[in-house]
């Protein structure tokens, strides 16, 4: 079952760079996936040949980012790497490039002292599931059980 999220990932991406921070499993990547999959290019730090490549190398970002262009960069958990910042900083100083940079942890960037761009993006937060997203809401339910979507089941086998 697809649910529909009430945020809009391109019209925010229209005016500035934005950090998307949320718990896990609250759909950031499917939303992404959903919204932005023709208009962006995305590195999912949780590839391990993204991560690999760019936490030992952050300067690499411009040219994966060169040899497959997009509208939008979707660096999707981006508190795995913070260096990469810098380098985002960089990019959006001197290429203006549109980034779409996505957590679980605020506060883990913060305490690590990293470069959160000031300024230069905007942040926006998503949460569980709201009562217009669920459909046949009851609210004892969601009280009950909270409001994060189902993961996808996939048979073991």
Same mark, same amino acid.
């Given at each position: 079952m697809e649910i529909k999220r009430h945020l809009q990932l391109v019209p925010l991406l229209e005016r500035k760079s934005f950090f998307l921070f949320g718990p896990r499993a609250t759909g950031k990547t499917t939303l992404i996936r959903q919204q932005l999959s023709e208009k962006a290019t995305i590195i999912d730090l949780? +590839?391990? =040949?993204?991560f690999l490549k760019l936490s030992s190398a952050?300067? /690499?970002l411009e040219s %994966? %980012?060169?040899a497959a262009p997009a509208d939008i960069i979707v660096i +999707? /958990? %981006?508190q795995r790497i913070p260096e990469l910042l810098n380098e985002i900083h960089r990019l959006i100083e001197s290429r203006n490039i549109t980034f779409l940079l996505t957590g679980s942890s605020a506060r883990?960037? =913060?305490r690590g002292k990293a470069n959160l761009l000031a300024g230069r993006v905007w942040s926006a937060g998503m949460f569980p599931l709201i009562y217009q997203e669920i459909t046949d809401f009851n609210l004892e339910r969601y009280l009950q059980y909270g409001g994060l979507p189902l993961l996808p089941q996939n048979p073991v086998g």
């Open positions: 949780l +590839d391990s =040949r993204y952050p300067h /690499e %994966i %980012i060169t +999707d /958990e %981006i883990k960037l =913060r």
